[in-house]
């Protein structure tokens, strides 16, 4: 839709709401997930004066989880419970010609993980946070799951396992956190309403205070300690040194969770779901490439989202005790063939190139998608480099296995033919060298 077809679609149902005439400003696109675009606007009348207000509607092909209906039924019960969430202006019922969206006021506060990673913050700031966090899930997991009829059940192995045969990708770290998972797995809890995606990213957070929670579209029922283990996964860190979202202390966390709700959790137990999450986040990574690949949508950052699978399968590994020191790789020297430059040399000009020339002459989102080419193009050099002798060593541990590929060793793994023991070191070595590959500075800050 043209940018002044949604302004004109936007006066209609907004005036309509506030029964009231409305102009719109500031029409701008905002960063969206995978299913959903978000704009935000102005609406300005002389009886409406102004509102900021946030649009959030399904991308064509794009649903996800629960209908918007659903969802506004949900909404309204967890601010009646005591969540921050935004106010709905426009419910899914209403929008009309906006189809599948959501108008809610807009909402101070940060959402961006980095910058609120990286923002100075006192032991009293993070404990605040934590306080609040705690006391945000433990409002949503007291929300009456029988109000909810239409929530589905999900099981995170169930679905794991399930998405895992889809991709049609042998993944031997994956599998070998899947049977971890299996035989660790804590006593089920009672059914509670689940967020399902409470991380940093999609917390709006004004200095020490949780304004918002937002992205509730994969709400679903299930046991309540999965928002926990989640919101403690390491991509949700963004490079913050603390366990909960690399803001805050599981410790504090805890305590105001166990004090809000009255029920105590074991920290081994969060922990496991954050095994769980993990591994959750990297079939997500990969499914997120497939819709790329198998040309749904044709997009830069789908393609490179692929390469991240393997810093889940890094972490993954390390939370189930297969964990030990990064191995050196030396990379080959670079084949004559075809003189100079050679292709390395070549890579390394385009990217000189994008980021000295052409990226002063961009802001905003051209500015982020050249971002998002460099990384992938960087990706792709690393590998020019290093693929000959990271081949050689992946093809001398298979050998040493006894097996022929990845694909033969994951399913043996998942037979139970072999043990993480005997296996777990290879896998994990062949993981850190593809993590070498798509994003080395993963594997700098676990060392640290």
């Known amino acids: 839709m043209a940018h002044d077809d949604l302004a004109a679609d936007l006066v209609t149902v907004v005036g309509t709401a506030l029964d009231a005439e409305v102009e719109i400003e500031g029409l701008r696109r905002l960063s969206g997930g995978a299913s959903r675009e978000t704009w935000a606007f102005t609406a300005v009348g002389p009886a409406a004066e102004r509102r900021d207000?946030?649009?959030q509607r399904t991308r064509p092909g794009g649903t996800v989880g629960s209908s918007m209906e659903v969802e506004d039924a949900l909404l309204a019960a967890a601010e009646a419970a005591g969540v921050p969430v935004p106010a709905t202006v426009v419910g899914a019922a209403d929008a009309g010609v906006l189809g599948s969206g959501?108008?809610?006021a807009a909402v101070a506060g940060e959402a961006l993980?980095?910058?609120l990673v990286r923002a100075e913050r006192s032991a009293e700031g993070r404990r605040a946070l934590a306080t609040q966090m705690?006391?945000?899930?433990a409002a949503i997991h007291a929300i009456p799951v029988d109000a909810h009829p239409d929530l589905p059940r999900r099981d995170v192995l169930e679905q794991a396992r399930t998405g895992l045969d889809l991709l049609g990708e042998a993944r031997p770290a994956f599998e070998l956190g899947l049977r971890w998972l299996?035989?660790?797995r804590p006593p089920a809890t009672p059914d509670a309403v689940v967020h399902g995606d409470f991380r940093v990213g999609n917390l709006l957070v004004e200095g020490d205070e949780l304004t918002a929670v937002l992205d509730w579209e994969i709400s679903h029922r299930g046991d309540p300690l999965e928002d926990l283990g989640w919101l403690c996964v390491r991509a949700w860190r963004f490079g913050g040194d603390h366990e909960v979202g690399g803001l805050a202390d599981l410790d504090d966390?805890?305590?105001a969770y166990t004090a809000a709700r009255g029920v105590a959790v074991d920290p081994d137990h969060v922990r496991w779901w954050t095994a769980a999450g993990t591994l959750s986040w990297g079939l997500m990574c990969a499914v997120q490439a497939h819709r790329h690949l198998d040309g749904h949508i044709r997009s830069v950052e789908l393609a490179t989202i692929g390469r991240r699978v393997c810093e889940n399968e890094y972490d993954l590994l390390g939370l189930i005790g297969i964990d030990g020191p990064s191995p050196a790789l030396e990379p080959a020297p670079p084949p004559d063939l075809h003189g100079r430059?050679?292709?390395?040399e070549l890579l390394d000009a385009v990217r000189s190139h994008l980021t000295d020339e052409i990226a002063p002459l961009l802001d905003g989102a051209p500015a982020f998608s050249l971002k998002v080419v460099d990384r992938a193009l960087a990706t792709v050099q690393r590998e020019v480099e290093n693929a000959p002798a990271d081949d050689a060593a992946q093809a001398t541990r298979l050998a040493a296995l006894g097996v022929a590929d990845e694909?033969?060793?994951a399913a043996r793994i998942r037979a139970g033919e072999v043990e993480g023991a005997e296996v777990g070191p290879a896998v994990r070595a062949a993981v850190v060298a593809r993590l070498r590959v798509a994003n080395p500075k993963w594997l700098q800050e676990a060392d640290q």
């Open 253 to 255: 966390l805890l305590a």
């Open 113 to 115: 993980g980095p910058r």
């Open 102 to 104: 959501r108008i809610t």
């Open 407 to 409: 694909a033969e060793l």
């Open 134 to 137: 705690g006391e945000a899930l």
């Open 53 to 55: 207000l946030i649009l």
């Open 182 to 184: 299996h035989d660790h």
């Open 341 to 344: 430059p050679t292709a390395e």
